[in-house]
């Protein structure tokens, strides 16, 4: 595969295989020379070097993700940032491969995912931006693309090549920062030059609504408010309809504004709480294997039922029968006495 960089890199990393690219890098699968069997991905900041004032904006890129990377390296589900190199003008980072599908590919190969799925990419996902903002980070690219799902029902949030570092208590304006977004998960903000921690949020609940529908944000249309329309495209509990329609409202000031409000309501939601009790007893259950003990049950269970509201309405005296039958052994008793006076 032509890789169009040095098939070497340091003297230790041999380039076999392209993984993706984007509008500033490309990033690729490297096999470590040192130690047998180890693999990194390697991202090169790709760019005009005949252009200087494109070579500057570069290195400033590739530094600001080199800093940021590094502070990152906490989290067990962002890829582990090894090293950085500068080879003839050209710059690499060095970071941790991750074996496994995109949430964007495993989308397009089964086109929908199980409500109880989402919630749980959602948790994971909220739980990577929790550390990610604290940290005052904003990751600016959520994206079915940009998710790993790994072995082991794991998941990673890669590629911080667009997040934007806040400085905390500044109190300056800022002016409008470098318009790196993605059409369709960038809210409206963003796109202006402005994103918030939110606008992470408007992103992370795009992502979600692909996953449940199938659709692209592309593929869904707007109200005259701007709200995206997306509710009679999938099969949802209104709960989590709710808290994903709350995460994309256009207007940053009335959406979510923290990770740490979405997770509350996803965590103490009454409905949200029965709703995956029931979804764990379903799922525990094979309706096609079961077994004589259980189908004993079953039927017992269901006798029992017919003998208490069979016993509810005698307590009523709501039973027919029963007025009957004591209406009958009343006049039977009252003849016998009648024949007994007689004789």
């Known amino acids: 595969m032509n890789t169009g960089i040095s098939k070497i890199l340091g003297g230790r990393y041999e380039v076999v295989a392209l993984l993706g690219e984007g509008g500033f890098s490309r990033t ?3 096999n470590d020379l040192r130690q047998s069997g180890v693999q990194y991905a390697v991202k090169h900041f790709t760019f005009s070097s005949t252009n200087q004032s494109e070579v500057v904006t570069a290195k400033q890129l590739f530094q600001r993700e080199v800093t940021i990377l590094k502070n990152l390296n906490g989290h067990p589900q962002i890829p582990k940032f090894f090293e ?21 590919k495993e989308i397009k190969f089964r086109q929908k995912l199980e409500e109880s799925e989402v919630i749980k990419i959602l948790d994971k996902l909220i739980s990577i931006l929790l550390f990610v903002h604290r940290n005052n980070i904003i990751h600016r ?3 079915p693309d940009n998710i790993i799902l790994a072995q082991n029902d794991n998941l990673f949030l890669i590629d911080f090549g667009a997040v934007k570092e806040i400085i905390a208590k ?46 692209e944000p592309q593929a869904l249309t707007l109200d005259t408010l701007g709200e995206v329309v997306w509710r009679d495209q999938a099969d949802v509990s209104d709960w989590l309809a709710s808290i994903l329609s709350k995460m994309i409202r256009y207007e940053f000031s009335v959406r979510y504004q923290s990770v740490e409000e979405v997770l509350k309501d996803l965590n103490t939601t009454p409905s949200a709480q029965n709703y995956l009790i029931t979804k764990a007893i379903a799922s525990s259950v094979n309706p096609y294997q079961i ?27 709501l039973v027919p029968e029963k007025k009957d039958t004591e209406q009958k052994r009343q006049q039977s008793s009252l003849l016998e006495t009648t024949l007994s006076l007689d004789v």
Do not use: C, H, W
Not at 84 to 104: P, V
Not at 301 to 310: C, D, E, N
């Open 84 to 104: 950085y190199l500068e080879e003839n003008q050209e710059f690499y980072l060095i970071q941790q491969y991750i074996l496994g599908n995109t949430l964007s």
């Open 291 to 317: 077994s004589s003990e259980s189908t004993s049950n079953i039927i017992l269970y269901a006798l029992m039922v017919v003998l208490s509201i069979m016993a509810i309405f005698y307590a009523a005296g």
């Open 170 to 215: 500044n109190t300056r304006l800022q002016q409008p920062g470098t318009q790196i977004y993605t059409q369709g998960y960038a809210p409206v903000e963003q796109m202006r030059g402005y994103p918030q921690f939110n606008s992470d949020i408007y992103a992370l609940g795009m992502t979600a609504i692909e996953a449940l529908t199938g659709l």
């Open 141 to 143: 690219d959520i994206k």
């Open 28 to 30: 690729y699968l490297a």
